[in-house]
Nanobody, 124 residues
């Protein structure tokens, strides 16, 4: 098993930037494909980005492509989400997730482990 703890959320003005971090503990971090999802009030949880075990492959939702960057540091057991040019519609609770298979899937049901989330609020 792996335990996930997100950090780095907060309040930011539109056009600003934030970097989220997700620290993992437990089983070997490099064994897991990692992803970020988000959920706004009254909406379903949606895929944001995923990164392969080695970090060589990534996948992004169209809504964040060219604005967000997912990365990982396997030596530090941490995955990051750099968010630039933030918009009000990016406001949501952001969750880190892990799965033991290697495909960069977008469905939340395909992920085995989840953190508690960190709130991101973008003011316009």
């Amino acid at each position: 098993q792996v335990q996930l703890v997100e950090s780095g959320g907060g309040l930011v003005q539109a056009g600003g930037s934030l970097r989220l971090s997700c620290a993992a503990s437990g089983r070997t971090f490099s064994y897991y494909t990692m992803a970020w999802f988000r959920q706004a009030p009254g909406k379903e949880r949606e895929f944001v980005a995923a990164i392969s075990r080695s970090g060589g492959g990534t996948n992004y939702a169209d809504s964040v492509k060219d604005r967000f960057t997912i990365s990982r540091d396997n030596a530090k057991n941490t995955v990051y989400l750099q968010m630039n040019s933030l918009k009000s519609e990016d406001t949501a609770r952001y969750y880190c997730a892990a799965r033991s298979r290697d495909a960069l899937t977008t469905g939340p049901e395909r992920y085995d482990y989840w953190g508690q989330g960190t709130q991101v609020t973008v003011s316009s």
